[in-house]
Structure formats: C-alpha cells, structure tokens
C-alpha cells in the first residue's frame, strides 16, 4: 500500500485517474479533510490534505513514485510505501490481474 498526500480532491482524483490509466495501481482511496502537521523549512506548519490510499506491488514502486513526483505539486510529496503484510486471496489476485505487468 502507498500513502501520499495531496493538497485538494481535484488534485488527488486527477493523480489516481492517471495511475490507474497506467495501471501502476490497482485501487485508490481519497480520504477527504486529513489535517497535517509537519516539519517545513525551519517551522511547524499545518495544511488540510486528502490522503491517497493505494494498492500497487511493490516491483512498480520506483515508476510509481517518479509519476506521483511529475504529476504532484508538492517540492516534496508525501510518497510512503507500506507493506500488505496478510490480505485475502482472492483481493490479493485482482490486484495483480489488474496491474500491469
């Protein structure tokens, strides 16, 4: 599964529609209204995000995470890959049916 944050839905929608055209993911949940803080350039700061939550395989993460650098508006984008660690069989075979490759 990979996190990333994005800055609207329409930013959000429009960076999963293309990798789901791209087949580089499988299934994309956008989580509206995600409040952020972090650490950014020397301060604290806080934004309001939705948060991308995708299911992809981990030998398409490297083209994954250069689309989500092209198409985000962030300097430094949120792209954060987290193991499946158990997933039912038949969810786990429709996610590669779907991917490419």
Same mark, same amino acid.
């Given at each position: 599964?990979?996190?990333?944050?994005?800055?609207?839905?329409?930013?959000?929608?429009?960076?999963?529609?293309?990798?789901?055209?791209?087949?580089? +993911?499988?299934?994309?949940?956008?989580?509206?209204? +995600?409040?952020?803080l972090?650490?950014?350039?020397?301060?604290?700061?806080?934004a309001?995000?939705?948060?991308?939550?995708?299911?992809?395989?981990?030998?398409?993460?490297?083209?994954l995470?250069?689309?989500?650098?092209?198409?985000?508006?962030?300097?430094?984008?949120?792209?954060?890959?987290?193991?499946?660690?158990?997933?039912?069989?038949?969810?786990?075979?429709?996610?590669?049916?779907?991917?490419?490759?």
């Amino acid at each position: 599964m990979v996190y990333v944050s994005a800055s609207s839905r329409v930013e959000a929608e429009r960076i999963a529609r293309v990798l789901l055209d791209e087949r580089l +993911v499988a299934c994309v949940n956008i989580v509206d209204s +995600v409040f952020s803080l972090f650490h950014w350039e020397g301060r604290v700061d806080s934004a309001e995000e939705c948060l991308l939550i995708m299911k992809s395989r981990v030998d398409l993460f490297a083209t994954l995470e250069e689309r989500v650098r092209t198409l985000h508006s962030y300097d430094v984008p949120e792209i954060v890959a987290v193991p499946i660690i158990l997933v039912s069989a038949k969810y786990f075979d429709w996610i590669n049916s779907v991917l490419k490759g």
